[in-house]
């Protein structure tokens, strides 16, 4: 079916993981950035908060973020500040 006689790469044009991969759906690529971007947020999160003991205050400071900034993105999470408090 190839108007060449060997047959490579470029020839073929087929999805790199296969046809039914969620990699070749359309939108794939911003799914997986809202996933990776929600996952280093929550960790960074959960990480700051633990450093200074749930004191919003500095880590607000440390984060570089408003206070509401930070509190937003906390209760986006599920997140309290009590929970890091020792």
């Not at 790469?9 to 809202?34: D, H, I, R």
């Not at 205050?57 to 993105?73: C, D, F, H, Q």
């Amino acid at each position: 079916m190839s108007i060449h006689p060997i047959i490579d790469v470029e020839t073929v044009n087929l999805p790199l993981n296969g046809p039914n991969s969620k990699e070749s759906e359309p939108g794939y690529f911003n799914v997986a950035k809202k996933k990776a971007i929600a996952s280093f947020e929550r960790t960074y999160l959960m990480q700051l908060l633990a450093e200074y003991k749930g004191d919003m205050v500095a880590a607000a400071r440390r984060a570089g973020k408003s206070r509401t900034g930070l509190w937003n993105l906390v209760r986006k999470y599920g997140l309290s500040p009590r929970q890091f408090r020792h």
